[in-house]
C-alpha cells in the first residue's frame, strides 16, 4: 500500500478533525469563496472546510487519499442534506482525470502539505486552477513553538529516520520552498503572497483527553507511541506530550481545552 494512505487511513482522524471545525469555517469565510464557483479540496478529510464551502453555494470537489475519510465526508454531507458536495479518493500528487483549468479555488489546509511529492502536488495544483482562479494552502511550520509543530517534532524523535529522499511534510511551511515549487509549476512569485493565521483547536474535554485523542487517532502520533514502546520511552514521550497539551490549553475550564496552533496561509493567484 502507498505509505500515505496507510497513515492517513490508520486511526481515525474524523476525531480530531471535530475539534477544527468552527476554525474551518472561519477561514473559508475569508477565502473568497461564494456561490457557483467551483472548488477543489485538496487533502480534504471528512471536510472541515469542503462542507463550509458548500454551504456559501460553492460546487466542491473533495479530495483524500484516505478511504475511510472519504466515506465519513460523504456520510457528513448526506446528514447536511448537501447536493453540490461530493468527496472522493485520490492523490495530491496526480490528480488523474480532473481536467486542467477546472476550479476557481483549490484550497488544501493541512492537507496536500503531507503528500510526499511536493513539487508534483504544486504543478497539479497549478494545473487545475482556471486562470485568474486561487490556490490557498494552511501549512504548518517548522520549529514554531505552538501545538502541532511540537507534537510532530517530539514524535519525530522518538522514529526511526525516515526512508532516503523522504521530503518533511514541514517544509512546505517555509516561504522559499513554497516560491520555488509554485515557480517550477509556473507561478511568478509576485503572485504569491503568505500570512502567519491562527487555527485553534476546540474539544469539550481536557488537555490530556485530548492528546488521549492523537495517541488513539492520529496516524503520526500513533505511530511515534509504537516506535517509543519498542525502544523502551513510550512514558518519556506520553510526558512530554501531556506537558505540551496543557501547557498549551489555552481554556479556563478544566473540561475543556482551546488550544490556538500558528500556520501559513498561501495564497497563489494563476
Request: hydrophobic letters at 40%.
Amino acid at each position: 500500500m502507498n505509505p500515505n494512505k496507510a497513515l492517513w487511513e490508520k486511526g481515525d482522524f474524523t476525531q480530531i478533525a471535530q475539534t477544527m471545525r468552527q476554525s474551518g469555517e472561519e477561514l473559508v469565510a475569508g477565502i473568497g469563496v461564494s456561490k457557483g464557483m467551483k472548488v477543489l479540496d485538496l487533502g480534504c478529510g471528512d471536510g472541515t472546510t469542503a462542507i463550509p464551502e458548500a454551504k456559501l453555494g460553492a460546487d466542491v470537489l473533495g479530495v483524500d487519499i484516505a478511504a475511510n475519510l472519504v466515506e465519513a465526508g460523504n456520510r457528513r454531507v448526506k446528514e447536511e442534506g448537501l447536493d453540490n458536495i461530493t468527496f472522493r479518493e485520490g492523490d495530491a500528487c496526480n490528480l488523474g482525470d480532473i481536467p486542467d483549468k477546472s476550479f476557481d479555488r483549490v484550497v488544501s489546509i493541512f492537507g496536500a502539505m503531507f503528500a510526499p511529492k511536493p513539487f508534483d502536488v504544486a504543478k497539479e495544483m497549478v494545473r487545475v486552477t482556471k486562470p485568474g482562479g486561487k490556490i490557498v494552502m494552511g501549512n504548518w511550520i517548522p520549529g514554531d513553538p505552538t501545538l502541532v509543530a511540537q507534537i510532530l517534532r517530539i514524535s519525530s524523535a522518538h522514529m526511526p529516520p525516515p526512508p532516503e529522499g523522504f521530503i518533511s511534510p514541514m517544509t512546505w511551511g517555509v516561504e522559499s520552498n513554497v516560491i520555488e515549487r509554485f515557480g517550477q509549476a509556473g507561478i511568478p512569485e509576485e503572485n504569491i503572497s503568505f500570512e502567519k493565521a491562527t487555527y485553534t483547536f476546540v474539544a469539550p474535554y481536557s488537555a490530556s483527553e485530548f492528546l488521549n485523542a492523537f495517541r488513539t487517532y492520529y496516524g503520526p502520533t500513533m505511530n511515534a507511541y509504537e516506535a517509543a514502546g519498542k525502544s523502551g520511552k513510550s512514558d518519556e514521550l506520553q510526558e512530554e506530550l501531556n506537558t505540551l497539551f496543557n501547557s498549551q490549553n489555552k481554556s479556563a475550564s478544566p473540561g475543556e481545552t482551546v488550544i490556538p496552533a500558528t500556520f501559513l496561509k498561501v495564497t497563489v493567484t494563476c
